[in-house]
Nanobody, 115 residues
Framework: QVQLVESGGGLVQAGGSLRLSCAAS????????MGWYRQAPGKQRELVAV???????NYADSVKGRFTISRDNAKNTVYLQMNGLKPEDTGVYYC?????????WGQGTQVTVSS
């Protein structure tokens, strides 16, 4: 079965950095649009960043200029480099693989930013 395994979350002070990774297995990774979403307590899950199969990226306004999404098709892995973290970035970060008809989610990794 398809697996998306996130890693790299943790506790960091405001202004710090984290790098999230999501390793995919049992999918044709290079064909999928890969994305990062997050969900804060009491809020709906929201898009953070996506990268298409051709490498086109899109970001939520709240993270533009601070976060960078990238992918390594040879390693079936997508990354999210997060710099200048703010307390409002706190939440569970989920990896998503989307091919229209097929979409898959990881189990999530917690990111906590202290002020």
């Amino acid at each position: 079965q398809v697996q998306l395994v996130e890693s790299g979350g943790g506790l960091v002070q405001a202004g710090g950095s984290l790098r999230l990774s999501c390793a995919a297995s049992r999918i044709s990774f290079s064909l999928y649009t890969m994305g990062w979403y997050r969900q804060a307590p009491g809020k709906q899950r929201e898009l953070v960043a996506v990268i298409s199969s051709s490498g086109v990226t899109n970001y939520a306004d709240s993270v533009k200029g601070r976060f960078t999404i990238s992918r390594d098709n040879a390693k079936n892995t997508v990354y999210l480099q997060m710099n200048g973290l703010k307390p409002e970035d706190t939440g569970v970060y989920y990896c998503n693989a989307d091919l229209g008809k097929y979409t898959y989610w990881g189990q999530g990794t917690q990111v906590t930013v202290s002020s």
